[in-house]
């Protein structure tokens, strides 16, 4: 017997995280110059960070001999939120926090409910604690409130519902996730996975964090990777009612979140200016690259993110042909969307560029 044999089966059966293709990956790749290539496949935030977070983290590189002390932003966020800071778990990126979400509640014998085509990380983490996923069909590329209901069984111990959801980009409108938290047995928890609350128009949110109190199984999740622009520091962070937050806590590694995200993160909840220019350039951006791929006759699933996602007749030879002009976009066929490409909204000059290479590639 060799030593592999010996790991869990379903630590074996895990398909590992197909990251977006580095920039310098592929300048080694292509022979091409490291600057002439524009990456739009992770999501990122295409202004950079906030410069209030860098004059943070400048700062803090001063104190990194020390351990971190997380108490000043969960103090923030309690008051942003609305909450008591007890209802608040810091994580490393928001991928942390969910996963914390699974081992408290999965394992073996357990299941998850999720829709089909959502975001890579809810399978990854539920069949790491050897929990059973229960994959529910989309409808029109989005989740199905009522049949995710109604795929609950007796050991389902979780749901997972990200919106808007990633990498299809659509949106549940909160009417509708409300009626699913009072449809969901009070014993499974649910976790609302909101990476793109900040790119909703102000007219489409909702105060999810304050339903808390309603639904003690709602843990909220939400990042400092997308609009703040913080995805190389790895922070994120779940609200959820304080008997839930303490257990996540419980399994919280228990400096998870180094001392340059903290203080980064903090000033970047300040930085208005820079979130209200991110939002209006994102805008902007989704625009431009909807008309632009009508304009190729192509279709696309309507966004609230800050990527959309389109079709092709061929996937895997239009995104060859991308790479060769130097534009990395992200292929779904792990999300069983073989012949769509999701493009993250970048700068207007990397949103012309794409499109000019998507003209090229088609
Ligand atoms: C990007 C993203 C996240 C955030 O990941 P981090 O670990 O915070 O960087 C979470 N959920 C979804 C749906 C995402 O797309």
Known sequence: MSITDQALSYIRGISAYVPGKPITELAREMGLAVDSIVKLASNENPLGMSPKARAAV???????????????LIAKLAERLGVSPNQIVIGNGSNDVLDLAARVFL???????????????????????????????????????????????SDTRLVWIANPNNPTGNFLPYPEIRAFLESVPADVAVVLDEAYNEY?????????VAW??????LIVTRTFS?????????????????????????????????????????????????VAESY??????????????????????????????????????????????????????????????????????????????LEQSL
Not at 200 to 208: I, Y
Not at 212 to 217: A, C, G, L, Q
Not at 308 to 321: L, P, Q, S
């Open 107 to 153: 394992a073996p014998g357990r299941s998850s409910v999720f829709a089909q085509h959502a975001f890579a990380v809810y399978p990854l983490a539920t069949l790491s604690t050897g929990a059973e996923c229960i994959v529910v069909p989309a409808k029109h590329y989005g989740h199905d409130l009522a049949a995710m209901q109604a795929a609950i069984r």
């Open 200 to 208: 909703l128009p102000p007219a489409e949110r909702a105060d999810t």
């Open 212 to 217: 808390i109190k309603d639904f003690p199984n």
């Open 280 to 357: 209006a350039l994102n805008r902007r951006g989704m625009e431009l690259i909807v008309a632009g791929l009508k304009r190729l006759g192509l279709e696309h699933i309507p966004s609230h993110g800050n990527f959309v996602t389109f079709a092709v007749a061929d996937g895997a030879a239009v995104n060859r042909k991308l790479l060769q002009q130097g534009v990395i976009v992200r292929p779904i066929g792990g999300y069983g969307l073989p012949n769509h490409l999701r493009v993250t909204i970048g700068l207007d000059t990397e949103n012309a560029r794409f499109l000019a290479a």
């Open 58 to 72: 400048e700062k803090a590189i001063g104190g990194l001999e020390r351990y971190p002390d997380q108490f000043e």
């Open 226 to 274: 997308k609009i703040y622009g913080l995805a190389g520091l790895r922070i994120g962070f779940a609200a959820a009612s304080a008997e839930v937050a303490d257990l996540m806590n419980r399994v919280r590694q228990p400096f998870n979140v180094n001392n340059l995200a903290l203080a980064a993160a903090g000033a970047a909840l300040d930085d208005h200016l820079f």
